[in-house]
């Protein structure tokens, strides 16, 4: 946290800014240098505020709240580097939700991996919401993933990216 940064100086002291009557008072000095302590890590994070919004720039802690505002997904214990590229590309991510090309873009942004996407083009509808579709009916997706890509990942990417009632099928690469 920022605010626990030990011997963190005031940018603005305010006893400095007192009139001349209480620069000598110790009271005055002591009880605005309690002050100074509490207000300059939000006078720090204000004068450089453009940074934190800039994703090379930002803090990783502050990747988390960026990742809330465009509901991006992160694991908050993954390398920064991959967390900055999953905040840039969330709209993009957001713009093709639900097709192969939004599937592929969310795995390939997580993992690095390029995958190879196969869509059975299926679609199926019911006019009341208890009719279960014919099995042979199911729409499908197959997603071929190199053999050294985080399987768990994957498969966690894919579920939020896919669907519901989508049937997806996971084939890892040698």
């Known amino acids: 946290m920022r ?3 030990p011997g ?3 940018p603005h002291p305010i006893g400095q800014q007192l009139p001349a009557m209480y620069l000598e008072d110790d009271f005055a000095q002591r009880f605005t240098a309690g002050l100074d302590e509490v207000l300059a890590p939000i006078l720090l994070t204000l004068d450089c505020l453009d940074a934190y919004f800039d994703l090379a720039l930002a803090p990783p802690d502050f990747l ?3 990742a809330g505002w465009v509901a991006a997904p992160l694991d908050g214990d993954g390398p920064p580097e991959v967390r900055r590229e999953l905040v840039r590309r969330a709209v993009e991510v957001h713009r093709w939700h639900g097709t192969a090309r939004g599937v592929a873009l969310a795995v390939r942004v ?6 190879e996407i196969t869509d059975s ?3 199926t509808w019911s006019a009341t919401p208890t009719d279960a579709p014919p099995p042979d009916e199911v729409p499908e997706v197959r997603i071929r993933v190199p053999g050294d890509v985080d399987e768990a ?3 966690q990417v894919v579920a939020s990216a896919v669907p519901a009632h989508v049937r997806v099928t996971l084939e890892t690469q040698p």
């Not at 997580?110 to 995958?115: D, F, H, K, P, R």
């Open 121 to 123: 083009g299926g679609v």
């Open 110 to 115: 997580a993992t690095g991996a390029t995958v």
């Open 64 to 66: 988390d709240w960026l």
């Open 3 to 5: 605010g626990s940064v």
């Open 8 to 10: 963190l100086v005031s």
């Open 153 to 155: 990942l994957v498969r």
